[in-house]
Each structure stands twice: as structure tokens, then as C-alpha cells.
């Protein structure tokens, strides 16, 4: 409530405290200014407000989001503000350290470094924010059906997770992408309709179907215990009474009461899938060339790491703060949308 | 107990079967043949396939690999001519059990200190600088901390050893890399389970009894906190070696870990099956013993 600054003056209920005479004051009308001060000025505020305002108030998770936007700048507006082109060879520019003209040097090919780091940016970005997104869709929908549906058929859907879960990740992943690598390279060249985009390579398809299959379940356990929590409402109950099929209920009551959670893991699922990537393409089985990835920039500066330690550097600090920021808003957000989860 | 015993031993089995059917048919469903790159003619590609039964249908071969592999044979590898695949992993294993123990070592003893600390001085300058570290650098990866060691120490510094001679200098900064993320991990993990504990009224007692701060802290705070810490070394195994697949290529240590990688580049099929197969029954028995193990840590843990 506003607070009134003149505080109305205390009129006592009687002119004289030995009198009975009651002080007439005390029954005039209201004036309209008087009306006005006890109308509730602040206006209602909604659950995304509140966490607004709690988010801003954190001020890691502030810099940390500054930080993202100036990475998602960096690496999808700087190499059209860059003269060079990440597979571009500069005849006559090989092996310089940072200068000028090329900020974070060229290697042996004499090829922009910067401009390559803002792609390996943008392709470990891409596939963060794309293989969360799968995550999301697979997970959510697998959740809230296994939760929905219950008894036997949420029991085997969950020991499908449970299975998954059991299998060591990195390995299947590892073996995933290198046996999807070859008859993904077949599809990309056989077909025109993947003209636009086959120039990505097989190793960036071939990783967001790996993360696809591997990365749900985590989304699909925390959905499904939101909404056996959810079902159980008196709200599902009536819309239930009132005619409406499963599919309504998911969509319109029990997806949106279990956002909170879902954002906070996706935005979580970002990092992680991006440290997969970048540690894919560092062992080898990632992005290859001419694409940059950071990771197999990483790999590809190691060779002259005692010749020229800056190469291997800038890649390495652009992963690590990545992760970092998108960590330090996951974080955040959970704190801000789902007090429960946090530790 | 017995009998959440026998179900957690069944799903392990399940998922071991699991592992070993996808690697299998993963393997076989890549096109191109191993001996592509070698010049021959299609009469001496027959016979090798013949040799090493590439010309039976898929399920025989299956089979015929189940049954080797239940005998202890996983086969002989293709790239490196005449030698078995289980002599390859008993040779290349040893290096990274060692680093992953080291690792191990290190993290549990580093990580579990550093977290009660922080927590007895919850809100001091110490918790604070702990957990603005731990957050920082609990984002780092692996494989690019240990990129930075390697530039600082061996390309700037010149003070640790830049080639393998499988001296103890050697695994210094491998082990380091390795379990720089499981220490921020354990510290967090710590510090907030000893939060929790600290704040029990038994904790009260004691301190109400007269006991000194280092005994509460330590003997009746610290073990009850470290139920969270156990549980998690199971997927810190796993973590581990999979880890040391970027780190040993890093520091050129000769593990199993940058040979799995190596194999995969080059299809070696039998060396790719028999070390996933191996690997992914090393983790799932980890989780195994870890899940045990914690069931009779903390009797109020009902085994389902």
C-alpha cells in the first residue's frame, strides 16, 4: 500500500476526555483526496513480476546475462563486421601473434582467428540452444504423458529412463556419433533439400541427434513428478467434470503450472550440451574442418602450443564462459522460479 | 534389502546387455568396411572377412561375439595386426586406473575439507571466497583447464616434463585436470549437506555437552554429511574415465582412454566394442557397489 505521507491527524473521539460530548469532526463526509488515499495504488503483481524483479535483484545473474547477450553478439553480428572469412586463407599472414590488424592472430594458413572463434561460438551456441530446445519438446512430452497416464505405463516408461540413465553417457555418445557420421554425410549429399544447410557437416546433425536421444531424461523425471503433483489438484478435477479430454488438461492446465521447472532445466541444458560439443570436437569426433568448432580449435591450436600459447587460449576462455554464464542464469533462475529445487 | 538387492543386480545385468547389443549392432551399421584403406584385391578381402567371420549374417556374428565375450574374449584387433583386444586393454588399462584413483584421491581430499570448512564459516570471508571459486570454475571443463595447465606449465613455465616417460612428474598435471571439477563439485556438495547437518539439534547437544569445536565439527558434523559425497563418487567413476579420454590425449599419457578415441577415428571395430564394453561395465558396477555401499552407510536410506 502507498504510503501517505501527511498522516491524517489523530482527532480524538471526544473534545474533552471527562465529557460525553462527542466531537462531530469524526462524522464529516470524506473529502475526495481522503477516498483516494485508501484506494490500494500498487497495482497486482504476477508471478513472472515477482521473479523479474528477484532476478534483477541478483546481480551475478545480471552481469552473467549481459554476458550472454555480448556472446550471442559476438559470434552471430562480428564476423559480418569482420573483412575475413573463417575458411579464408591469407596468403602472406601465416603464423602471426595478435596484432592490430587480426586481434587474436592467424594460424599456420593464415586464417583470421577471431572470425573463427566467433564461428566456433556460434556453432557451439546453435547447438546448445537447439539441443535444449529437443530436450525440452522430447522431455516434456514424454514426462507428461508417463505422469499423466500412471500405473503400469508410467512404471516401464520410467525404467526406460532408468536404463538410459544407467549407460554410461560420454561412451554411447562417442559411439552415437561416429556411427552416425557416415550415413548422415550420404543423406546431406544425396539430397538437394539439405543444400542450404550440409555445409553445418554431419558431425553437428549427428550431435543433436545423439543429444536427442541421450539428454531427455532428466527433463522427462522432472516433468513427470510436477505433474503427478499437478493432476492431483482440485482445478484438474473440475476441468475433468467439465468435460475436457487428457490432451486439454496437459496443454492447458498442467504444462503451464509446471513452467518454472521446465525453463529452469532448459536453460540448464544449455551449458551441458555445449561442454558435450566443445569436448566431442576437442577429442576428434565433433566438428571437423574447415568448420571451427572451439573445442577442435582447441585440439587443432595444441600442435603449436609451445610455439604460440595465445591460439590456444582465447578458445579455451570462450567455452569456459559460455558455460559459466549460462550456469550462473540457470542458477538463478532457479532460485527465482523454483524455490524447491534449489540445494 | 535382499530383495531391492536383487532387482538393483538385475537392472545392472540389463543394462550391461543393453550396452553390449547397441555397441554391437552400432558398430555393424556403420558403412565401409575396415580393410577400405588397404589396397587388395576383392579375393584377399574375402578371405579376411572369412578370418574374421565379417561374411556370417548379422545375428550369427552376434551371437558367435556373445559367446566369445562371455569366455573372456573380445577378439583381436584389425589396426594393430595379431593382437588380442583384452591384451591391448590389459596393457593400456593400468595407466588410467591410475589417474582416475589419483583423481579420485585427490578430489575426495581436497574437495571434502575446503566444503567444511566454508560451512563451519558459513557467511565469513572464507565460505565466501570458497564459493565464489567453486562457482567459477565448476564451468571450466576438464579438457580446458587442463589446456591452460599445459600452455602455463609446460609451454610458458617450462617446469613439467613436455613428453611421457611414465614417471610420477608425469601425472601431476593430468590428475589435476581431472579432478579440478570434481573438486569444486565435492566442495559444493559438502558444504551444503554440512549446512544441514549443522543446523540439527543434535549438533546443539553436543556443543551443549562441552565438546570441542574440532570434535563436533569433524566427528559427529562431517560424518553425517557424508552420505551426499558417497553417492556421488559412483557417477564421479564414470566422469572420470571419461575424462581421461581428452586428458590423455592432452599429456600424451599412453591410457585407454585417447586409444578408444584413436580406434574410433579408425574403425578398429573389436577394440571400439571390447573397450566400450568394458568401460560401460566398469561404470555400471561403480553404481552398483556406490548404491550399496550408501544403503549401509545410512541405515535411514529404505532400500527400495
Known sequence: ?343 | MLKYGIKRVFAAILAVIILITATFFLMHMVPGSPFLSERMTDKVKANLEKKYGLDKPLTTQYLIYVDNLLQGDMGTSLQKKGRSVVGIIEEKFPYSAKLGAFAIILALSVGIPLGAIAAINHEKLIDRLVMLFTTIFISVPGFVFGTLLLVIFCAILKIAPATWTDSPANYVLPVISLSFYPICYITKLTRSSMLETLGQDYIKTAHAKGLSAFKVHFKHALKNSAIPVISYVGPLTAFLFSGTFAVEKLFSVPGLGRFFVDSVSNRDYPVIMGTTIFLGCLMVMMNLIVDFVYGMVDPRIKLR
Open chain 1, 1 to 343: 500500500m502507498k504510503k501517505t505521507e501527511t498522516q491524517p491527524k489523530k482527532v480524538s473521539l471526544r473534545l474533552n476526555p471527562f465529557s460525553m460530548h462527542v466531537n462531530p469532526d469524526l462524522f464529516v463526509p470524506a473529502s475526495e483526496e481522503e477516498k483516494q488515499e485508501l484506494v490500494i495504488t500498487r497495482e497486482g503483481t504476477s508471478l513472472w513480476k515477482d521473479a523479474m524483479r528477484r532476478f534483477r535483484k541478483n546481480k551475478f545473474a545480471m552481469v552473467a546475462l549481459g554476458l550472454i547477450i555480448l556472446l550471442v553478439l559476438f559470434a552471430f553480428v562480428g564476423p559480418l563486421l569482420s573483412q575475413y572469412d573463417y575458411d579464408q586463407f591469407n596468403p602472406g599472414h601465416e603464423d602471426q601473434a595478435p596484432n592490430w590488424q587480426h586481434p587474436f592472430g592467424t594460424d599456420r594458413f593464415g586464417r583470421d582467428l577471431l572470425v573463427r572463434n566467433m564461428y566456433g561460438a556460434r556453432i557451439s551456441l546453435s547447438i546448445g540452444i537447439i539441443a535444449a530446445a529437443l530436450t525440452l519438446v522430447i522431455g516434456s512430452l514424454y514426462g507428461s504423458i508417463s505422469g499423466f497416464t500412471g500405473g503400469r505405463t508410467d512404471n516401464i516408461m520410467m525404467r526406460v529412463i532408468d536404463i538410459i540413465y544407467s549407460l554410461p553417457d560420454l561412451l554411447v555418445v562417442i559411439l552415437l556419433s561416429a556411427t552416425l557420421k557416415v550415413p548422415l554425410e550420404k543423406i546431406l549429399e544425396s539430397s538437394a533439400a539439405f543444400s542450404g544447410i550440409s555445409e553445418l557437416g554431419p558431425a553437428f546433425f549427428s550431435m543433436l541427434i545423439v543429444f536427442a536421444l541421450m539428454y531427455w531424461g532428466t527433463m522427462a523425471r522432472i516433468v513427470r513428478g510436477e505433474v503427478l503433483r499437478i493432476k492431483e489438484q482440485e482445478y484438474v478435477l473440475a476441468a475433468r467434470a467439465l468435460g475436457a479430454n487428457s490432451g486439454r488438461i496437459i496443454r492447458r492446465h498442467v504444462l503451464p503450472n509446471c513452467i518454472g521447472p521446465i525453463i529452469v532445466t532448459t536453460t540448464l541444458q544449455i551449458p551441458s550440451a555445449i561442454f558435450t560439443e566443445s569436448f566431442l570436437s576437442f577429442i576428434g569426433l565433433g566438428i571437423s574442418a574447415p568448420l571451427a568448432s572451439l573445442g577442435s580449435m582447441v585440439t587443432d591450436a595444441l600442435q603449436g602450443v609451445y610455439s604460440y600459447p595465445t591460439r590456444v587460449v582465447f578458445p579455451s576462455v570462450i567455452i569456459a564462459l559460455i558455460i559459466l554464464a549460462f550456469n550462473t542464469v540457470g542458477d538463478a533462475l532457479r532460485d527465482v522460479l523454483d524455490p524447491r529445487m534449489k540445494k
